[in-house]
């Protein structure tokens, strides 16, 4: 998101996150910003009234998108708590608010992927990690929040940046490292038969894509509300392994694995976002398909001495 803001020429940017000892200041190289603050310092300085920073629009996109987290607790203070602060704070001062919720929140799809609001007291969510985001997408209905916020629910994204997640980054960069030491694909055997191995789907949606319907309700301030973000077309695994083989070159070799126990009753078969909604709201931002975003990610990121944006 730095990065496309820096683009249209904005750098009087606040950083805020935990880059702890992982990898992820790699991401902050070559980008223009103000300033950096740890998540609990932002905080303290937050609710002290000490913030110095005071910025017209607050994008909020941090939380623990561990999607096998099981500390509950530490999910409600992380990813509902700090949430709803940021977003009573943004709003007090008339400052433009966007939230990362998730495709998660939509449980094991029997009520669809379809986000109006009135379904949404009635999602069950399969996760604790999705519980957590869906907490804060009921609290913004019932305050009425959702008049002056904009809440995403993210569907599959993959793409630069994401190599410091460790198990949580995408198929296609764990695919793209199969493929370069072993020459094969793993993907987990399907335990539902409507679906054949490899054949679960996913709505795959590239993160440049996300990114320019971010920046899109930036510039539409008129527009608030909780959206889908998804191509609005559900792939299977398989295909995301042959585009993968497809953008390096190689011939495509697939192995289907077991699941992990702790998995299989918690597992999604199908996601595809609706998005009639975004498309309604006036927001025209292309979505890339998955074969030309697999080969974009490969070709000019992931094969490059330099990956990041």
């Known amino acids: 998101m730095v990065w496309r803001l820096n683009q249209a020429g904005i750098d009087d940017i606040l950083i805020v996150d935990n880059l702890n000892t992982s990898e992820k200041w790699r991401n902050l190289l070559g980008l223009r910003y103000t300033d950096y603050l740890h998540k609990d310092t932002f905080m303290a300085q937050l609710k002290a009234g000490e913030l110095d920073f005071q910025p017209d ?64 007291p009635m999602l069950r969510p399969i996760t604790r990690y999705g519980y957590s985001k869906h907490l804060f997408d009921l609290h913004a209905l019932r305050t009425r929040l959702t008049e002056e916020i904009v809440g995403i629910k993210f569907f599959n994204v993959f793409g630069p940046n994401e190599y410091h997640k460790d198990d949580m980054r995408s198929v296609v960069h764990k695919a793209f490292q199969q493929v370069q030491s072993e020459g094969v694909i793993r993907l987990f055997k399907s335990y539902h038969k409507d679906y054949a191995d490899g054949g679960q789907t996913r709505d795959f949606v590239y993160v440049k894509d996300c990114i320019e319907v971010l920046f899109w309700f930036l510039q539409h301030p008129e527009e608030n509300g909780i959206f889908n973000i998804g191509t609005g077309d559900a792939r299977p695994w398989n295909a995301l392994a042959n ?67």
């Not at 949430?83 to 939509?106: H, N, V």
């Open 243 to 309: 585009a993968v083989f497809a953008a390096m070159g190689r011939e495509p070799r697939i192995e289907y694995i077991e699941m992990p126990e702790r998995l299989q009753g918690n597992y999604q078969y199908h996601t595809q976002a609706t998005i009639a909604k975004l498309r309604n709201a006036g927001c025209d931002v292309p979505f890339r398909s998955l074969e030309e975003a697999v080969t974009d990610y490969v070709q000019n990121h992931l094969a490059t001495p330099q990956p990041y944006l």
């Open 57 to 120: 629009a607050l994008v909020h996109l941090g939380a623990c998108s561990v999607t096998t987290e099981a500390d509950a607790d530490y999910l409600m203070e992380n990813n509902f708590h700090y949430t709803k602060t940021l977003a009573e704070w943004a709003t007090a001062r008339g400052g433009r608010f966007l939230y990362a919720s998730s495709g998660q929140t939509y449980g094991d799809g029997d009520l669809g992927f379809a986000d109006d609001d009135a379904l949404v």
